[in-house]
């Protein structure tokens, strides 16, 4: 989740997106549909970051500029910045010459990915980690007071931390002293199975049905917070990220209950697929693999399990600009002390087979090579904390084989019948080297690389390998 500016505005939040209504009036409940959404619209505008969202969707960099910050325009071409953010006021604008787009976050969103207003408006939700007023489970409202005091605690508390850098704050707090960790006699949610969950925010509860449950766990196996899947009656779907609480705000005569957790702009977010380190380390592991998103590493756990293919499968929490928050530490502080040297091991960052995004501007945005980028970013702060030495470690980027779907993944090689012998191929030739210590966050994006010329994988019907593949949907 990205977090909300500080100072902003909250004069219009409430908070509210309950659909209670009026019996008896179509009227009513039709006026109440559309103040329920004008309200949504506030609530996500009070959360989300309009420069962080903009740096998320563009890969742009700003710089500060008064009270702004400012860019190259993501909507032309131009050498000299003329693209301001205002973050007190929530407000973009382009000074340059023919240009002038303008407007909010969810104008921004409009423009960017050229959808209507709801769309965009449900996009910057889903950012913000907020349900939309439809969304089937919403059992409590919240009252105006409630919210807003709710909205002012989260934003002060945000304010330091954002002050301090436009990038990655210098101060960041470990996921654990935000989560903390669930009591082992708590079982997580469970996919298909009703779950109650508080959201301590806009202190109203949901009802929730998950289609897909992700329980995120430390080293030693502690829950420490859970991602729930929704899918929605349109096709969409819904993630929210949930931590145990004491508190009893369900009830309290229970021992505790789930919450939402979204996260503070200053706390870093945990790697999912910790839990198979010890095993792996055990049986003399030498690789890890860096996929994006929880399915995909469930899949990649399945299809390289870490005994005996010495593979240790994970993800990082959220995608785009949230990669780089990613909490390396525990990861190499557990290598430091079960003496693993840098020298037998060998690093693997596998992207979705995402197509190079083309900004309006006519630039090329190598999605695949970002997410590595922002993967190394981090791997290189926590191994810094850590005290351990990367210098020799070898970082590839695993290139998607040609053909395949937009936002392909090791999830879907799974469900196609991709085999272990089929991915460990397809590391092996298909993967491009990255420069660990030297690699930097900051500049740009390179551009997209000429996959033919990879020698990849041959996935194409008839080919050698895939004879294995049973059956296979091409």
């Not at 509860?205 to 995120?216: D, F, K, R, S």
């Not at 785009?320 to 020298?343: C, D, T």
Request: proline residues 7%; charged residues 20%; glycine residues 10%.
């Amino acid at each position: 989740m990205i977090a909300a500016p500080p100072d902003t505005d909250l004069s219009g939040v409430i908070g509210s997106i309950w659909m209670g209504g009026y019996p008896g009036s179509a009227n009513m409940a039709s006026r109440n549909l559309r103040e329920a959404w004008h309200r949504y619209k506030a609530d996500v505008k009070a959360i989300l970051s309009l420069r962080e969202t903009i740096e998320r969707a563009t890969g742009a960099r700003f710089a500060k500029s008064g009270s702004g910050f400012k860019t190259l325009c993501p909507f032309h071409n131009e050498r000299t910045p003329s693209f301001f953010v205002q973050e007190e006021r929530g407000r973009f604008k382009c000074f340059g010459a023919g240009c002038g787009v303008n407007g909010d976050v969810i104008q921004f969103l409009c423009d960017w990915h050229g959808i209507g207003f709801k769309d965009a408006l449900e996009k910057a939700g889903s950012l913000a980690g907020l349900p939309p007023p439809d969304f089937a489970g919403i059992t409590s409202p919240v009252t105006p007071n409630a919210a807003q005091s709710a909205w002012s605690t989260v934003l002060r508390a945000n304010h330091g931390a954002r002050a301090a850098s436009p990038g990655i704050p210098q101060r960041m707090q470990t996921s654990a002293s935000f989560l903390g960790f669930v009591p082992a006699q708590i079982a997580p949610p469970e996919t298909g199975k009703l779950i109650h969950v508080h959201d301590p925010l806009l202190r109203r509860n949901l009802c929730i049905h998950p289609t897909l449950v992700h329980v995120y766990r430390s080293v030693d196996s502690q829950i420490s917070c859970v991602i729930l899947r929704q899918d929605k009656s349109d096709g969409e779907k819904f993630f929210l990220q949930v931590k145990w609480s004491e508190n009893g705000e369900l009830s309290k005569a229970s021992p505790g209950n789930w919450i939402l957790a979204r996260f503070p702009h200053d706390v870093l977010r945990p790697l999912y697929g910790l839990e198979d380190l010890p095993s792996w380390i055990a049986s003399g592991g030498s690789r890890i693999l860096f996929v994006e998103g929880e399915k995909a590493r469930d899949a990649a756990a399945k299809l390289l399990p870490a005994e005996h293919t010495g593979t240790l499968s994970l993800s990082t929490m959220g995608g785009g600009n949230a990669v780089k928050f990613s909490e390396m530490r525990p990861l190499f502080a557990a290598l430091e002390s079960r003496v693993i040297s840098s020298n037998n091991l060998a690093i693997h960052v596998w992207p979705d087979a995402d197509q190079p995004l083309i900004r309006p501007d006519g630039k090329l945005i190598d999605r695949q090579a970002g997410f590595a980028q922002d993967i190394v970013t981090s791997l290189h702060a926590g191994a810094d904390e850590a005290g351990f030495d990367m210098q020799n470690i070898g970082i590839h980027r695993v290139v998607p084989p040609t053909g395949v779907a937009k936002g392909w993944d090791l999830a879907d090689a799974l469900a196609q019948g991709w085999t272990e012998r089929l991915v460990l191929h397809h590391i092996k030739v298909s993967s491009l080297p990255v420069a660990g210590s030297s690699m930097k966050f900051e500049g740009s994006r390179t551009k997209p690389s000429a996959s033919g010329n990879l020698g990849e994988l041959d996935v194409t019907p008839g080919s050698e390998l895939v004879a294995e593949l049973k059956p296979v949907q091409w």
